[in-house]
DNA sequence: TGGACGATCCCCT
DNA sequence: GGGGATCGTCCAT
């Protein structure tokens, strides 16, 4: 019997943080904008686990990052800089703090979507600018405020897998029954994983969580 | 109530 | 590689 494609199921998200980060790697985050689906291949994340002192969790429950001490499988929006939004994959049980930031995606679906709402020039071909960055990810797909708490296993905004080797299957041929355009199955970035230290933070330099697809254009930075 | 600073981005040199 | 934009959040008065 053939497994039918379906976005990434709640048990995912509650497995340990590091793994659910390392995993992210070539799923797509989709989100449904009216008739629309804005989908990209995530290629870059970061982990931000308990004790963690470069975690917004590190100092306990706030009104700020309440969301991230829920179940896993909800976003995480948060503010930051004046200026920008970044999302955030929750993890783990409901109480623990614990999630994935989501650092970089190659665009994949509604491409034209994406440059517009980041203000790209009509004759600037280069995609690698557009969702190379956690704030630009949300820019580029229309993640705000107000998705602080989406489920990701409901219908506006969640993560599909399409890579046959993974742990998590998914067949062309359930594409249909989700959705989801024919061409959603190809997968694009290819590459290893690789990892680092995580970028823009002072406090737990040293923790090596940020895994990100090895050749990929579309990440932030090598 | 004030102030420091931030899981960033973009433009400038 | 450096700094400014810009404001919500948190902690110290």
């Known amino acids: 019997m053939r497994k039918a494609f379906k976005k990434l199921p709640r048990f995912f998200y509650l497995r340990p943080t590091v793994t659910v980060a390392k995993d992210l790697l070539g799923k797509y985050l989709v989100h449904k904008l009216g008739r629309k689906k804005l989908i990209g291949e995530i290629v870059e994340v970061e982990a931000y686990c308990e004790g963690d002192p470069a975690s917004h969790s590190y ?14 499988g909800h976003l995480y929006v948060y503010f930051t800089y004046g200026m920008h939004f970044c999302a955030n994959v929750v993890t783990r049980k409901k109480g623990i703090g614990e999630a994935v930031l989501i650092r ?4 994949v679906e509604e491409v034209r979507v994406m440059r517009k709402r980041r203000g790209f020039a009509r ?13 630009k990810v949300c820019e580029a797909f229309g993640i705000a405020r107000k998705h602080n708490g989406t489920d990701l296993c409901g219908s506006e905004i969640f993560i599909a897998d399409s ?10 041929s359930g594409f249909k029954e989700a959705g989801l355009p024919k061409s959603f199955g190809r997968r694009r970035a290819g590459g290893r994983i690789r990892n680092s ?16 697809v090895e050749g990929s254009r579309f990440v932030s930075r090598i």
Request: overall charge positive; glycine content about 10%.
């Open 59 to 72: 100092r306990g429950i706030t009104k700020r990052n309440e969301v991230m001490f829920g179940e896993g």
């Open 104 to 107: 970089a995606v190659e665009p």
């Open 123 to 135: 004759d600037d071909w280069d995609n690698r600018n557009l969702t190379n960055g956690p704030a």
């Open 197 to 212: 230290t995580r970028i823009g933070i002072r406090n737990g330099k040293d923790k090596k969580w940020r895994f990100f």
């Open 163 to 172: 890579s046959p080797q993974s742990a998590f299957p998914a067949r062309r």
